[in-house]
């Protein structure tokens, strides 16, 4: 089923730090994984994504582990700035879900100060 | 890129008139459209899935009469909020993508007031 969210976890980081935001997941059955990146009033912007058959892909300034023995999932953001402020969002989809629908997991906030 | 545009994004609309939310692909078909609402400090929840030339496929819970979905062509879907009363006062996604291996684009949203 959908993942409806209580109010969201937030992590407030240095500018320049690195930022670590985590994601468990609960479907086995889930083969695709995508980080969002959603700011005030807009629709999630893709940041990067990863398949199950892989543990760890890395795009600019971002990288991905999946960690498939805990059903865990992070988004590693290098030297963090302001502009990275945003929630983000895991999302899974089903290894047979052939439509592309996608399960939001709750979201976390990242704040960055100056 | 893929651009999704969605529109309007803004709309205040009075109780129990009906609000048409319109998604479209800019520069891709999208057979498959999906719709989601968002809660202030919440997730994204699934309403719907659209699939072009067929009914849309709706999530448990979701008011199929409510939420009335078309989609007419492989660039346009379209969300019907009908009978609109201040609880479905949301924000409203949808999302497309080209084929099976792209990710999914989202469009910027629909704010919906209903008064």
């Known amino acids: 089923g959908e993942s409806v969210g209580l109010h969201l976890p937030t992590l407030s980081v240095q500018e320049g730090d690195n930022s670590i935001i985590n994601c468990a997941y609960s479907?086995?059955?889930?083969?695709?994984f995508i980080w969002y990146k959603q700011e005030s009033g807009k629709g999630p912007q893709f940041i990067i994504d990863?398949?199950?058959?892989?543990d760890k892909r890395q795009g600019q300034r971002v990288t991905v582990l999946l960690n498939k023995t805990v059903k865990h999932l992070s988004l590693q953001i290098a030297a963090t700035q302001p502009g990275d402020s945003a929630v983000y969002f895991c999302a899974e989809k089903e290894i047979y879900n052939q439509g592309g629908k996608l399960i939001f997991g709750q979201g976390t906030e990242l704040s960055v100060k100056p | 890129g893929a651009v999704v545009s969605q529109h309007p994004s803004r709309v205040i609309c009075k109780s129990g008139t009906s609000v048409k939310i319109e998604c479209r692909s800019l520069?891709?078909?999208?057979?498959?459209m999906f719709w989601y609402r968002q809660f202030p400090k919440q997730s994204l929840m699934l309403m719907a899935t659209?699939?072009?030339?067929?009914?849309?496929?709706?999530e448990q819970g979701v008011e199929k009469d409510k939420f009335l979905i078309n989609h007419a062509s492989l660039t346009l879907s379209t969300l019907t909020v009908t009978s609109a009363h201040p609880e479905d006062s949301s924000f409203y996604i949808c999302s497309a993508r080209g084929d099976r291996n792209s990710p999914l684009h989202f469009g910027n949203g629909t704010r919906l007031t209903v008064t």
């Open positions: 520069d891709f078909q999208a057979t498959t």
């Open positions: 659209s699939n072009e030339g067929s009914k849309a496929t709706y």
């Open positions: 479907n086995s059955a889930s083969d695709y």
């Open positions: 990863i398949r199950s058959n892989m």
